[in-house]
């Protein structure tokens, strides 16, 4: 008889932050349902939603754009557990959403989901990275009958801007 182990399940600690109103923005139970599915190593993470004035002055001092993107992912440990922040600008994710024919929440998994893969090491500054790291996302969002978001419906697909600002 062959013994096997079964694969540990990654643990998160996850934390949501509302610095903006959050009627129409997804719960935590979505968010952390989201962010465990792209899981592949224990994480303490902090999510928080901000408005365009704390996502720009983020950007401009992290990564030297004076603009708000729609993901910033910091990384503060990467070691077991992964440590780090996700920011979420929540004006950004809803324009991005209607410009594309998404509905929001749908574009905040993706997003969730690419800042976790990115506090988990994944990158897409080459080609190959970036058909790694978008093909995992496809897969995660699948799970939530999620559309490929790299095949928008109604206008070109906008890929995530975060970098992990942080290291």
Request: glycine share 4%; charged share 25%.
């Amino acid at each position: 008889m062959t013994a096997f182990r079964a694969r540990r399940v990654p643990r998160l600690t996850l934390s949501v932050q509302y610095a903006v109103a959050a009627d129409a923005l997804p719960k935590p139970a979505a968010l952390r349902r989201w962010a465990r599915a792209a899981l592949e190593r224990d994480a303490v993470v902090a999510l928080r939603f901000v408005g365009t004035r704390e996502g720009r002055t983020l950007n401009a001092f992290y990564r030297g754009k004076d603009c708000a993107t729609n993901v910033l992912t910091f990384v503060y440990d990467d070691m077991m557990p992964v440590e780090g922040d996700l920011v979420l600008c929540a004006p950004v994710l809803r324009h991005e959403a209607r410009a594309q024919g998404k509905r929001l929440a749908d574009h905040c998994a993706h997003l969730v989901v690419h800042g976790m893969l990115h506090l988990q090491g994944y990158e897409h500054d080459t080609d190959r990275d970036a058909r790694a790291m978008e093909a995992r996302e496809r897969t995660v969002l699948a799970q939530f009958d999620i559309a490929d978001p790299y095949r928008a419906p109604r206008a070109a697909p906008v890929r995530p801007a975060s970098h992990a600002a942080a290291r």
